[in-house]
């Protein structure tokens, strides 16, 4: 399945997989990469906790398991869709030990830490 923003207004960015989607796609559903360990789903709270509205760049992934972008950006074998290069902020530290918890290593997506 495709994720692409429904409009340009409100976009925000998993602090997780930096996919891209527009605030009330991730509050209806979730994040299509990072749903089952971050809860998006229907708790705005969540969304603005686990996702940024502050990114930089835009990668469109249409071929996630053969593309060099998607290998260097860590985002192969994902959803294809729209994805930041970097993503400013991280995960508040109760959802990182949640991930923690899962036995899942989150390394934050922005470039400038």
């Not at 299509?32 to 990114?55: A, F, G, I, K, M």
């Amino acid at each position: 399945m495709d994720v692409v923003p429904k409009d340009l207004n409100n976009i925000r960015a998993c602090m997780m997989c930096s996919l891209l989607k527009n605030t009330e796609q991730f509050t209806t559903d979730g994040c299509d990469n990072c749903e089952q360990w971050l809860n998006l789903r229907n708790n705005r709270e969540r969304v603005y906790d686990c996702t940024s509205p502050n990114y930089e760049g835009m990668i469109a992934l249409t071929n996630p398991d053969e593309s060099w972008v998607a290998r260097w950006q860590r985002i192969r074998g994902l959803v294809r869709g729209m994805y930041a290069i970097s993503v400013n902020g991280k995960l508040p530290a109760h959802v990182q030990r949640e991930l923690e918890r899962q036995g899942i290593k989150y390394k934050s997506r922005d470039l400038g830490m």
